[in-house]
């Protein structure tokens, strides 16, 4: 299995071997994917198929981003 940088994967979900999730790609919780995520898709069901495209021309955060923004917003929240 190979998950490329900044896709989700859903609580749940089972990943068949020799699977490549592609980058930026989601899969929804409990999904059962039983073949190759290309890139910015996003996928659920059992078995998984495409449920929409990621448009690409917005910005995409990353997870790091985010999590960054959250301490950022507990550090505030604690000094108010």
């Known amino acids: 299995i190979i998950i490329k940088e900044n896709a989700w994967i859903g609580e749940g979900s089972k990943i068949s071997k020799g699977v490549i999730i592609g ?13 190759d995520v290309p890139d910015n898709k996003i996928y659920a069901g059992n078995p998984a198929k495409e449920i929409k495209s990621i448009d690409i021309d917005k910005e995409i955060r990353k997870r790091e981003e985010l999590l960054n923004l959250k301490h950022k917003l507990r550090r505030w929240s604690s000094q108010k």
């Open 23 to 35: 980058e930026n790609s989601i899969i929804g919780l409990g999904s059962i994917v039983t073949s």
